[in-house]
């Protein structure tokens, strides 16, 4: 805002490549950028899931040894990292990034080269923490890395953890402010604050808990890495340190975080049922008004991640109070996203599958929950697999089937070609069967004893039975993400044709073409309502039943009939030139040039990683200097070419 | 960053939403969050108080009155920076100019006072890994030096800026922007003054 667009005072000229590689790497387009974090969580995804299938053939039988114990640790330590970090974090950052724009009727974010430089600086961060494989060690001290066990760790795993969530963090927080001034700053007229579809009002949360609960962490794991590389004490118990101080650090971002996993997907289930069920998403401000309260509340549950740690009786019962009371806002959700499909016209699409699995397992797993925050019965499950089944059906059940869901339902919006339906269906029944196999059993074996985190197990104790039949599950998960891989890869050979609006839906990215243009709206759209795109479609008789509104009918809207007539309408002119702007009372609509700033930022710190790691400074030096150039080249670039 | 980055959408969106410029909400927000960077890290220390188990203990080591001058510097830094602010909304590029180094000068001075209150802690003995209070110290301050180290280097920059002609009256939310963040950052330490200076931590066990 500070350069005139007249004035190309910068540096370097401004990237001009529209396709192939170079426009990918120096992209400002939130829709690019928001299927390079798919793509790249996807990626993650499948390693991450491999390292959960290393661990599931270890433990497949007893007294196995695949693996040693310390590769063992590895293992469910990157798992753990990769899972939360690298993919249900990225991916929701993914649909974030591609439709909070679109839904709230705006060209863009509000930054669109801070919005890159967030991806550039999680991708680095990812390939960072990755890197320590094969540079001495991976981070082996679990994703949670309590010390002290995490500081006297004598490979260089936990360093890497400490250094890479720091970069990670960095990505989200600059994100997670970006996206939250989008939400608030950015919305087309007529938008209100409660005008915005359920998905918008749980990105803002998502992103106002990341903005608080990020720099919690932070500073534990800037601790953590000063004890490990510059021996001080934060967490020594001999020089008077506290290692409860970690956990009490950890877990005020840890618990939000798992808002921060599962919000998004909630979103996501709250715009796929009222499509599908044909009928406005029901108690539409109990939703949003119980996502918000779950947000404040998340910030005040932490220590229940503790009630084993021996705070003493009086905080442990304030914080299972205050843990049984979120169950509440949950709840309420859930009865809301019944409520929704009740008496609804269903349509079964893979979409609507995986939202009401999301459903199913995400109950199941709630309510193993609330089970935990009794704390003597918590003292029985806790480091017990119980709690292994019972954050994954919350965070599979739950975030994974949410976001699978999001996948199959704005893949033709994305990439103007649909996912085929009865390939989806076999990918959703064989992802059901499979998860409830592998995690189903795992309370039975935390019921019985099994610890979490341990190699192996003897026979003796019985445990076998259901440890194989776990083990076949997730291969079962396994093959439902490789019919999920061919269904994707399919598509793309399918010509692009999609219509604007092929599940007669109700929010506004699905006012304009699959996909988008790059500048999205060749109008922006004004808003009257709630579900405004489905008010321009349909009208409600008197009698209640709902019809479709002639094409060209009366209203300043000119609504239209049914998708067809509401691309026309959209697109009656404009679309040829789609990419050099509409022509709209005589001026081009001015969208953000491309920079290689972003990168170059971002470029700067797995340096500053490494020679903090190594121990050469010269290489910490590059590495802020690298930045350091990355952030003036952009702040003296011209603003446009 | 600090001083360039331009919104999506220049025709439409004129108006934000909020009625707030872009730029402004997004310092608040991130200025919302630094709170919580600094209240981690202020509890860290004030849970590590009095928990040292060998010396030298604050009292040992602090000289109240050269930290007070010092803190004095920063705090008037604050008064420079909303002049610079004022010159530049009236237009008076000049001043602005004048204003803007002047706080980066008071803020180097403090710099430097730290630096040399540093290092004479350390040459009585007291470094990182010397006990809780030379550990949960150092990061403290250390921190609130790296963020007045920033924000020396923006006002730098600004300053830089100005000679081309690319701080102009139309701009000024860029040094009110910065200014936000000087303020923010001076307003953080006094509460770290106050905690970790004034208020005595009480006889350390084992001192006599």
């Not at chain 1, 609504?559 to 709209?584: I, K, R, V």
């Not at chain 1, 290689?596 to 910490?620: E, R, W």
């Not at chain 2, 250390?142 to 800026?161: C, D, N, Q, R, W």
Request: with cysteine; proline share 6%.
């Amino acid at each position: 805002m500070t350069v005139p667009t007249q004035r190309p005072t910068g540096l370097l000229s401004r990237p001009r490549a529209t396709s192939g590689f170079w426009a990918w790497i120096t992209t400002v387009d939130h829709k690019k950028i928001g299927i390079l974090y798919g793509i790249t969580a996807f990626g993650f995804f499948l390693i991450g899931g491999t390292e959960a299938l290393l661990i599931r053939l270890q433990l497949a039988r007893p007294d196995q040894a695949l693996v040693n114990a310390e590769q063992y640790n590895e293992l469910f330590t990157m798992h753990g990292i990769t899972m939360i970090f690298l993919v249900v974090m990225p991916l929701s950052a993914a649909f974030f990034n591609y439709l909070l724009p679109l839904m709230i009727g705006a060209r863009d974010v509000v930054f669109p080269r801070l919005n890159a430089f967030s991806y550039w600086a999680f991708l680095f961060a990812g390939l960072f923490i990755y890197s320590s494989w094969f540079l001495g060690g991976a981070p082996n001290g679990g994703w949670f890395g309590y010390a002290p066990n995490s500081v006297v760790d004598p490979t260089r795993g936990m360093t890497f953890y400490a250094i890479g969530l720091l970069i990670a963090g960095i990505a989200s927080t600059v994100s997670a402010i970006n996206l939250a001034v989008t939400i608030l700053n950015m919305r087309a007229p007529g938008m209100t604050l409660f005008r915005m579809p359920v998905f918008v009002w749980m990105g803002l949360v998502v992103q106002l808990l990341l903005a608080f609960s990020l720099p919690v962490i932070t500073i534990g794991l800037v601790e953590l890495l000063f004890d490990r590389l510059f021996g001080t004490h934060f967490f020594d118990v001999a020089a008077g340190g506290s290692p409860v101080l970690w956990q009490h650090l950890f877990w005020l971002f840890g618990h939000p975080e798992v808002y921060i996993l599962i919000l998004p997907a909630m979103g996501i289930v709250s715009e796929i049922l009222p499509v599908f069920a044909r009928k406005p998403l029901f108690g539409y401000q109990f939703v949003v008004f119980s996502g918000i309260a779950i947000g404040f509340i998340g910030f005040g549950v932490w220590a229940h991640h503790m009630f084993a740690v021996g705070l003493g009786p009086v905080p442990n019962t304030a914080f299972a109070v205050s843990t049984m009371i979120i169950a509440i806002p949950t709840g309420v959700k859930i009865f809301n996203w019944l409520g929704t499909m009740w008496n609804g016209d269903i349509r079964f699409t893979t979409p609507m599958l995986f939202a009401v699995g999301f459903i199913a397992m995400f109950v199941i797993g709630g309510l193993s929950g609330v089970t935990h925050a009794v704390v003597p019965s918590d003292y029985q499950q806790t480091d017990t697999y119980y709690i292994v089944a019972h954050f994954h059906y919350v965070l599979f059940g739950g975030a994974i089937f949410g976001l699978f869901g999001g996948m199959y339902f704005w893949w033709p919006k994305v990439f103007g070609r649909m996912l085929n339906e009865g390939v989806g269906k076999v990918n959703f029944w064989l992802m059901l069967i499979g998860f409830n196999m592998t995690f189903g059993p795992m309370h039975i074996l935390g019921l019985q004893g099994m610890p979490r985190r341990i190699q192996t197990y003897p026979a003796s104790l019985g445990l076998a039975f259901w440890n194989m039949v776990a083990t076949i599950g997730a291969f079962i998960i396994a093959v439902s993400v490789l019919v999920f891989l061919v269904n994707a890869i399919a598509s793309f050979r399918r010509p692009r044709e999609m219509e604007a609006d092929p599940w007669d839906a109700r929010t506004l990215e699905w006012a304009t073409s699959s996909p988008p243009p790059e500048h999205n709206f060749d109008e922006i759209p004004v808003v009257h309502s709630l579900d405004d795109l489905w008010h321009r479609k349909y009208a409600e008789t008197e009698g209640g039943r709902v019809v479709p509104v002639a094409a060209g009918g009366s209203g300043e809207e000119a609504p239209a009939a049914g998708p067809d007539a509401e691309h026309a309408q959209s697109h009656g002119d404009g679309h040829d030139g789609a990419h050099t702007g509409g022509h709209h009372g005589g001026h081009a609509i001015h969208m953000p040039s491309p920079s290689y700033f972003p990168i170059v930022a971002a470029l700067g710190f797995p340096f500053i990683g490494y020679g903090l790691i190594f121990a050469i400074p010269p290489v910490i030096v590059l590495g802020f200097a690298i930045t350091l150039a990355g952030f003036f080249g952009w702040a003296l670039e011209p603003s446009a070419e | 960053m600090a001083t360039v980055e331009h919104a999506a959408v220049v025709d439409e969106h004129a108006a934000t939403s909020t009625g707030l410029p872009h730029l402004k909400l997004a310092m608040w927000l991130f200025l919302a969050s630094d709170c919580l960077l600094f209240g981690a890290l202020i509890s860290t220390y004030v849970l590590y108080r009095g928990a040292s188990v060998t010396g030298p203990f604050p009292a040992d080591v602090f000289d109240i009155p050269y930290t007070s001058v010092s803190s004095f510097v920063l705090l008037a830094s604050s008064l420079t920076m909303v002049l610079a602010l004022a010159a530049i909304q009236r237009g008076d590029v000049g001043r602005c100019r004048i204003w803007l180094l002047a706080t980066a000068l008071l803020g180097m001075t403090f710099l430097g006072g730290q630096v040399y209150e540093f290092t004479s802690f350390v040459h009585e003995g007291l470094t990182l890994k010397t006990n809780m209070f030379g550990t949960s110290f150092y990061v403290l301050t250390g921190f609130h030096g790296t963020h007045v180290a920033i924000g020396v280097l923006m006002l730098l920059t600004l300053f830089s800026l100005s000679f081309g002609g690319r701080i102009t009256q139309r701009n000024a939310m860029t040094v009110e922007l910065v200014g936000l963040y000087w303020h923010f950052v001076d307003i953080v330490w006094i509460v770290i003054f106050t905690v970790v200076y004034l208020i005595p931590t009480g006889t350390p066990p084992g001192a006599s």
